[in-house]
C-alpha cells in the first residue's frame, strides 16, 4: 500500500466507524442495543436515528437533528482538523484550526446539534481570548478525536509530541489527556511502522505513563474475550481512563475492521467517541478490504461521502 492509501484509509476508517456509531450513540444499556439492532436486521451499523431506542433513560438522545449517515461532534472535530490542515499545506497551524473550530461549533457555524463539555469550554475561552491553550481541564474523549492527521503528519519528526500537545490542548489540558493522546499516536505510529496490531497494543500499554498503564494492561490480558461484557470493568462513558481501555481490549479480541466496529457499537455508551481510535488504527492496519478492511458498501452509506474522500485525498497528497 502506498503512503498516501495509507493515509487516506487512516482518516476514511475513523469518518466512516463515526457515522456507523451515529444510531446508537450515548446508548448505555446493552441489551436495549441488542434489542435495536435485532429489529434493524442484526446490524448494529448505521442505525436510524429514533428518540424510542432511548426510552426509558437507557441513554442520552443527543442527535435527534441528524440522520443516519451523518457525522457525529467526533467525526466534525477530525474533520476540520483535516480541512484546516489542507489549508495550511498539510501543516498544523492553531490559529487556523481555532478559526475553523469556531466556523464549525460556534454561534452561526455549519455545525448544528448537540456542543459536548470541552467544546463549549473551549468555544468561550475563544470568545474571551483566551488562545494558548484555549483548551479547559476536561479528561474526555474530545481530546482524541481530531489528531489523527497530526499523527501522520509529524509522527517521525523529533519535536512530534511538543506538536502533539499543542493539537490536543486546543480543547483539553488535563494530563490524562495528554498521556492517552501519546497512547493513542503511538500505538498508530506502530501501526503505520507495519507492526503486527496485537505486538503494538502490548507494546504500548507496556510503555504508557504510570497512572495509566494497569488498564490498558488489564484489558489486554483480560480472561474474558466478550467487549460488551468487558464494558462493565470498564466502563462505557467518555472519560478516557474508561474508553481507552475498551478500545484495547476491542481491537485485541477482534479480527477485522467491520467486527471492531460492530463489537464497539454493541458495547455502548460513547461509541462514536471510540469509534475516531478503533476507526483510525483499523482503516491504518485493513486498509479498504473485501475481507478484513473497511466495506465499501459502508462508505458508500455516509452523506457527501464523496467530497469526504476527496479532502483525505487532497490532505493525503501534502504529507511529506
Known amino acids: 500500500m502506498s503512503i498516501k492509501n495509507l493515509i487516506r484509509n487512516t482518516l ?10 451515529l444510531g446508537l450513540h450515548w446508548l448505555y ?5 441488542a434489542e435495536v439492532v435485532k429489529n434493524h436486521n442484526d446490524q448494529p451499523v448505521f442505525v436510524p436515528i429514533d428518540a424510542r431506542h432511548y426510552r426509558s433513560d437507557v441513554g442520552y438522545f443527543a442527535h435527534g437533528h441528524k440522520h443516519s449517515g451523518m457525522l457525529s461532534q467526533y467525526g466534525e472535530s477530525l474533520r476540520l482538523m483535516i480541512v484546516s490542515m489542507k489549508a495550511c499545506n498539510g501543516q498544523l497551524n492553531t490559529e487556523s484550526v481555532q478559526q475553523h473550530f469556531k466556523n464549525t461549533f460556534g454561534p452561526g457555524g455549519s455545525y448544528q446539534g448537540y456542543i459536548d463539555k470541552p467544546t463549549a469550554g473551549t468555544l ?35 519535536n512530534f509530541n511538543q506538536i502533539l500537545d499543542q493539537a490536543i490542548t486546543i480543547t483539553n489540558t488535563h494530563q490524562d489527556a495528554l498521556d492517552y493522546g501519546r497512547v493513542y499516536a503511538d500505538l498508530l505510529t506502530l501501526i503505520l511502522n507495519d507492526t503486527e496490531l496485537k505486538t503494538a497494543l502490548q507494546q504500548v500499554a507496556e510503555q504508557a505513563p504510570d497512572t495509566i498503564r494497569k488498564g490498558l494492561k488489564d484489558a489486554l490480558n483480560s480472561s474474558e474475550t466478550d467487549s460488551v461484557q468487558y464494558g462493565e470493568t470498564t466502563g462505557r462513558a467518555c472519560p478516557l481512563s474508561q474508553a481507552m481501555p475498551l478500545c484495547f481490549h476491542i ?11 460492530e463489537t464497539n457499537i454493541r458495547a455502548g455508551g460513547d461509541n462514536a467517541g471510540r469509534s475516531i481510535i478503533i476507526g483510525t488504527i483499523l482503516g491504518a492496519y485493513y486498509g479498504l478490504d473485501e475481507n478484513r478492511g473497511i466495506p465499501i458498501e459502508w462508505l458508500l452509506q455516509l452523506d457527501d461521502g464523496l467530497t469526504l474522500c476527496q479532502t483525505c485525498d487532497k490532505f493525503a497528497q501534502l504529507v511529506k
Open 12 to 21: 476514511i476508517g475513523a469518518l466512516v466507524a463515526d457515522v456507523a456509531s
Open 29 to 33: 444499556d446493552v441489551k436495549r442495543i
Open 124 to 158: 468561550q475561552n475563544l470568545a474571551s481570548g483566551q488562545t494558548e491553550p484555549s483548551g479547559i481541564e476536561d479528561d474526555q474523549l474530545p481530546a482524541l478525536s481530531r489528531l489523527a492527521p497530526v499523527i501522520l503528519t509529524y509522527h517521525n519528526q523529533k
Open 251 to 261: 481491537l485485541n479480541n477482534t479480527d477485522s475492521y467491520q467486527q471492531a466496529v
